[in-house]
């Protein structure tokens, strides 16, 4: 029996600006990720500094945060199996200079900091995120 897993991602302001939102929800559905729930948004350098709580020692916390209120984003929730891993796997490295070919990184990517994509990397960072952006009734299939 396939055990479906849930993760979140988040089509961050640099990607939206280049109008990559259309490819990349496009390489999440042909790499088997279902979309369980979608929305465009803006959040606050507050809501930021929530969200990435857990890099607030890190030098790039400010910068980031700042980037990620910088401008509408997309956030979503999918499904498939292996889901936290597989789309770790399709965004790519975190720096696009070391991201493989056919990474979402690979080819949206900026630099390090403006790298287009976020994904979850765990099952407990992805709950957290989930239930960041999305209600119960938003998640509810
Ligand atoms: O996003 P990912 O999980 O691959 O990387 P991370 O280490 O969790 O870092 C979160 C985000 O912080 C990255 O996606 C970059 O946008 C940013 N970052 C940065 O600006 N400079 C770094 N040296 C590392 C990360
Ligand atoms: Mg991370």
Known sequence: MKTLQRTFTIIKPDAVQKNAIGDIIEQFEKNGFKILAIKMLEITKHQAEQFYAVHASRPFYGSLTDFM?????????????????????????????????????????????????????????????????????????
Request: proline share 3%; glycine share 6%; net charge negative.
């Open 69 to 141: 209120s910088s401008g509408p984003i997309v956030v979503l929730a999918l499904e498939k199996e292996n889901a936290i891993a597989d789309l770790r796997m399709l965004m790519g490295a975190t720096n696009p200079a070391q991201a493989e070919e056919g990474t979402i990184r690979k080819k949206w990517a900026t630099n390090i900091e403006f790298n287009a994509i976020h994904g979850s990397d765990a099952e407990d960072t992805a709950r957290f995120e989930l239930s960041f952006f999305f209600a119960g009734y938003e998640l509810s299939k």
